[in-house]
C-alpha cells in the first residue's frame, strides 16, 4: 500500500493558496519596506486608515489578509504604485 503525501502546509493565513505563498510573501515584505522608508510606525498607520492601532501589526505578520482596498489606500500612503507590491 502506497503511503499518502503529507499535506502541504502554509506558515501562516497569508495566502488562501499555497501556489500564491510566495507572492504573498513578497507583498508583505515589500509593505514592510515601503512603512520603513517612510519612516511610520505600523499605529501610525492603522490610525491614517482609520483601524485599530494592530491592525498593521496583524496584517504585516500574516495573521489578517489585506484585501484590495486596503492594498490601493497603502500604496497611496506609502506614495507606491500597486505594482510595487508584487513580484514582477
Known sequence: MKKAKPAETRKSRKA??????GAYDTLLERLIAAREKKGLTQHQVSS???RSPNFMT?????????DVTELLELAQ???????????S
Open 77 to 87: 500612503i506609502y506614495s507606491k504604485p500597486v505594482s510595487y507590491f508584487f513580484p
Open 58 to 66: 496583524k496584517c504585516e505578520s500574516g495573521q489578517r489578509t489585506i
Open 16 to 21: 488562501r493558496t499555497a501556489k500564491f505563498q
Open 48 to 50: 491614517m486608515m482609520g
